[in-house]
């Protein structure tokens, strides 16, 4: 099991099973709403989260053309989950929600052309988009 909560600690979610697909995605989109040069997270199917607490949702259509409704803490405003409409069945964690170094690491790097020229994504698996 692990578990993903906001820094209010009033919205959590509890995630069975191994992520089945884990990526950093280097887009305009996930800078700004991440706050930082990329955004990291993992997907796990719908059906293995429990999302508990109080949220408030933001729908947004990316630059590739993607919606993606994003749940938010109301009190603390951090994302703890959101949906991509092209990606059905699966839920998305921000990675640094579970706040656990021992993680596994990212196999994917997305829109790597927007990567900050100082951000290098190591692994010899990782396949980059």
Known sequence: MHIARCPCGAL???CEGEPVWISVCHCL???????SAFAAQARFPES?????GPSRAYRRTGEGGNSATFHFCPGCGST??????A???LIAIPLGAF??????????????????SWVE????AIERH
Do not use: L, M, W
């Open 48 to 52: 293995s989260v429990r999302i508990e």
């Open 29 to 35: 989109d996930c800078q700004r709403r991440s706050g």
């Open 87 to 89: 990606v059905e069945g």
């Open 121 to 124: 994504i190591v692994g010899e």
């Open 12 to 14: 959590t979610a509890a």
């Open 80 to 85: 703890i989950a959101y949906r991509v409409e």
């Open 99 to 116: 706040a656990d170094a021992t993680f596994p690491p990212p196999a994917f790097s997305n829109y790597e052309e927007r990567k900050h």
